[in-house]
Every structure is written in C-alpha cells, then in structure tokens.
C-alpha cells in the first residue's frame, strides 16, 4: 500500500460512519448506493476521479456484513471492503478501507 492510499485509508477508518444516510430497502443497500459513495469517498481523499468502482452485489444491511468492491484509478487498481458499522431502522452507516 502506498502512502498516499495508507493516508486515505486511515482517514477513512477514523470517520467512523463517513458514509452516512443510505436508504436500506428489503434490509440492503443497492450496490449502486455503495459505488456512488465509495467513489466520491475515494475523489476525497486522493483528488482524482476513479475510473470506475464496481461492487458485485448489494450491501447487506446488518451490522458486520461486508462488500468487497473494486476500484480502477487512472494508475492503480485496488479493492477495498465497506463494513456496515450500524443499522438504525432504513438509515445505513458503513466504513471502507482498502483491502
């Protein structure tokens, strides 16, 4: 991992909950959800747009669950893992961090 992804990760695991607000709809998060946020997450904390983030299902909406997703930036491809960290009623909090 290189430094600069280390820093985003470690900002990202310290937000505690920076993905906030997500609908749950039949007790999940639409993948579609998760790319959006993973992707504006990533913009954030390395100033470039990713080329493309790919999750390969919904989220789950359970405290624990997990969703490897797939990021390609212009010089680098890397997964990373969102972890739902709570559940209140349809409001979903996650955390990512590369894998």
């Known amino acids: 991992m290189n430094a600069r992804i280390a820093r985003m990760v470690?900002?990202?695991a310290a937000a505690g909950g920076l993905l906030l607000g997500l609908s749950a709809c039949s007790y999940h998060v639409a993948a579609d959800d998760v790319q959006?946020?993973?992707?504006?997450?990533?913009?954030?904390?390395?100033?470039?747009?990713?080329k493309s983030v790919t999750c390969p299902d919904d989220?789950?909406?359970t405290v624990g669950a997990t969703l490897t997703c797939n990021v390609v930036m212009p010089d680098r491809t890397f997964d990373v893992?969102?972890?739902?960290?709570?559940?209140?009623?349809?409001d979903v909090k996650f955390d990512i961090n590369e894998v």
């Open 10 to 12: 470690g900002t990202l």
């Open 36 to 50: 959006t946020q993973i992707s504006s997450a990533v913009k954030d904390q390395l100033q470039a747009d990713p």
């Open 59 to 61: 989220l789950d909406a």
């Open 81 to 90: 893992v969102a972890k739902v960290i709570s559940v209140e009623g349809k």
